[in-house]
């Protein structure tokens, strides 16, 4: 059975920094692309960041860009999400989300909110 299990959200001062973690079981971790997606409350999915299942190649959304990093230990069957200079604009709920090819995610997490405020 396949499960994400997101953790690592919360509330957070702007400018502050969080580390999400997404742990994964019921597949093989290290052969699939991984992507963190994010909902802002009252607003459509925006995906942040993903990364080959080395994380030799990764992507981050402009918004994100030189703040988040996304890596993985595959070896613990994690994902990660560092989060750092928060702006407010990043609150929301974040998913991790397992690529299932040609621009499909196929199985996701339940997600875990990240709030950003002072």
């Known amino acids: 059975q396949v499960q994400l299990v997101e953790s690592g959200g919360g509330l957070v001062q702007p400018g502050g920094s969080l580390r999400l973690s997404c742990a994964v079981s019921g597949f093989p971790f290290g052969a699939f692309w991984m992507y963190w997606v994010r909902q802002v409350p009252g607003k459509g999915f925006e995906w942040v960041s993903y990364?080959?299942?080395?994380?030799?190649?990764?992507y981050h959304h402009d918004s994100v860009k030189g703040r988040f990093t996304i890596s993985r230990d595959n070896a613990k069957n994690t994902l990660y999400l560092q989060m750092n200079s928060l702006k407010e604009e990043d609150t929301a709920v974040y998913f991790c989300?397992?690529?299932?090819?040609?621009?499909?995610?196929?199985?996701w997490g339940k997600g875990t909110l990240v709030t950003v405020s002072s």
């Open positions: 990364g080959n299942p080395r994380s030799t190649t990764t």
């Open positions: 989300a397992r690529s299932g090819g040609y621009n499909s995610l196929d199985y």
